[in-house]
């Protein structure tokens, strides 16, 4: 049953359908194609709308191929960056055994894929449960390809940690056109993981402004978390999350003895209130300026919708919105960024609060290429040891993230320092700080016990929604006892 409150035409958020499906569970869309938009139905088949409207027939059936019972079946598709060139695309499903695909399709026209064609890209054996599943398949700002298959469910947690398992975790992979794939330069442990330690992550995302991944992860029987590993911080390469030892930010099984392995979620829910745990998107629609920069996300079973502000290391003003949505699977972007959601019970829904078109349509032309402008302002002289690192202030022209890079002078030797990235709204100041690295710190002490001279550049940039990047500001200053 859908709840909603009353929808003034430009006040309130709420949800506008935008059609029925049968039991839809994802929504997204081709790069660049600001006509289409692709519903994925969990029997097996891909329906495409196109202006607002169903087109009849299915993009893609799969039907003859995906198992659809328990928690499987066809989950999401994902369109890489080239797909306007190469026409191909990706679904992830379970076949009759259960095992976890992800194949490769091609499209023959916007509106139908090639029946012909279909090559596996990976296969991850996944047969002891019909649960578990993972779900989601999406290519990472990086151009790889990131899926998340659970731990296989039926007593088989210990997956989740071992690291010659592809279940329980994070993977990315390149894949090969006509199938199979590479594993990229960059995998921390040398095969497809990226990260491990998860139960059953259905829904993950990257921020299309940032690039900060964000995983929805669903519990055993106490905790549901949000994860949050931020582009500054290599969007958790190598990162341990902590299950089976942990459930959430507590031992399994605990609200209150605290995990000791891994990371930490930046979000706990606990059962029986929230069930199946689903990470939606960090809202970019600058149409929803209410949700614009805060993370959506829900709970499929009880309906909750709820939006935060992400941060580490435990999300800000996480509150709900004024209405649900009994079954919400998937919470996806078209290709503008505006924000849909798609409930089992069938209807695909926009959020909307001052637009309501379907899809977005592209912005004007030029007005997606004008940069934003950056303020800058930073002290001449800095205790770098004292603070950590080096500070600047700055002022964006325009809702964007800074990123402030820089780099520490001793002598003929030069340290970098780690990177730090700060979402902001239209003139508001900020303050970023690059940090030392152990190395650096150990440079820095030895270099100010000698009284030498040292010195940091720094280097800033700003990038907007539209991704539209502001010019280099650099800057120096010396380093103060």
């Known amino acids: ?61 799969l039907r003859a191929v995906v198992e659809d019972s328990g928690e499987r079946g ?125 139960r059953n992550p259905f829904r993950f995302s990257f921020d299309r402004l940032t690039g900060d991944l964000v995983i929805g992860d669903v519990g055993a029987a106490t905790t549901e978390e949000i994860d949050f590993a931020p582009a500054s911080l290599a969007r958790g390469r190598g990162w341990n999350y902590g299950w089976p030892t942990c459930e959430g930010s507590y031992a399994q099984g605990s609200t209150s003895t605290p995990c000791t392995t891994g990371e930490k979620p930046v979000i706990d829910k606990f059962q029986p209130d929230w069930t199946t745990i689903n990470a939606g998107v960090v809202v970019r629609d600058p149409s929803l300026p209410s949700l614009y920069g805060r993370f959506l996300y829900g709970d499929t079973y009880g309906g909750q919708l709820r939006s935060a502000g992400l941060r580490r290391p435990r999300a800000a003003d ?27 019970s069938g209807g695909v829904y926009r959020f909307v609060e001052n637009s309501t078109a379907v899809p977005c349509p592209k912005p004007p032309l030029g007005a997606d290429r004008v940069p934003p402008g950056l303020r800058v302002r930073v002290p001449k002289r800095q205790r770098v040891r004292k603070q950590r690192g080096a500070i600047a202030y700055a002022r964006c022209s325009e809702t964007c993230v800074v990123a402030m890079s820089g780099r520490m002078r001793i002598g003929r030797r030069s340290y970098k320092l780690r990177e730090t990235r700060k979402p902001t709204t239209s003139n508001a100041r900020i303050k970023l700080r690059v940090r030392l690295t152990r190395r650096s ?5 030895r270099a100010l016990g000698r009284r030498r001279r040292v010195r940091v550049s720094l280097t800033l940039r700003a990038r907007d929604g539209a991704g539209n990047r502001s010019t280099l500001v650099r800057r120096r200053l010396r380093v103060r006892r």
């Open 74 to 198: 066809l989950l999401s598709i994902a369109f890489p960056p080239d797909f306007a060139s190469s026409r191909l695309l990706y679904a992830y499903y379970n076949d009759s055994q259960g095992d976890v695909h992800v194949d490769e399709l091609r499209a023959a026209t916007a509106e139908r894929a090639d029946p012909s064609y279909r090559r596996v890209t990976i296969e991850i054996e996944h047969r002891a449960a019909s649960n578990h599943n993972g779900g989601t398949a999406v290519f990472g700002p990086d151009g790889m390809l990131y899926l998340a298959p659970g731990d296989g469910g039926a007593g088989q947690s210990a997956n989740a940690q071992n690291l010659s398992s592809l279940l329980g975790k994070v993977l990315r992979i390149d894949p090969t056109p006509g199938g199979g794939h590479r594993t990229p330069a960059g995998n921390p442990f040398g095969n497809e993981v990226w990260s491990r330690g998860l």
């Open 318 to 344: 996480d509150r709900p919105l004024p209405f649900s949505l009994a079954g919400v699977a998937g919470i996806g972007e078209d290709a503008a960024g505006c924000v849909y959601a798609a409930s089992l």
């Open 441 to 445: 710190s150990r440079a820095l002490r």
């Open 1 to 61: 049953m859908l709840a909603l409150c009353a929808a003034p035409a430009s006040a309130a958020v709420h949800l506008r359908k935008v059609g029925d499906f049968g039991a839809p569970v994802y929504v997204t869309a081709a790069p660049g194609d600001y006509r289409d938009l692709y519903v994925v139905e969990r029997a097996g088949t891909i329906r495409v709308v196109r202006d607002g409207v169903k087109l009849p027939g299915a993009f893609a059936d």
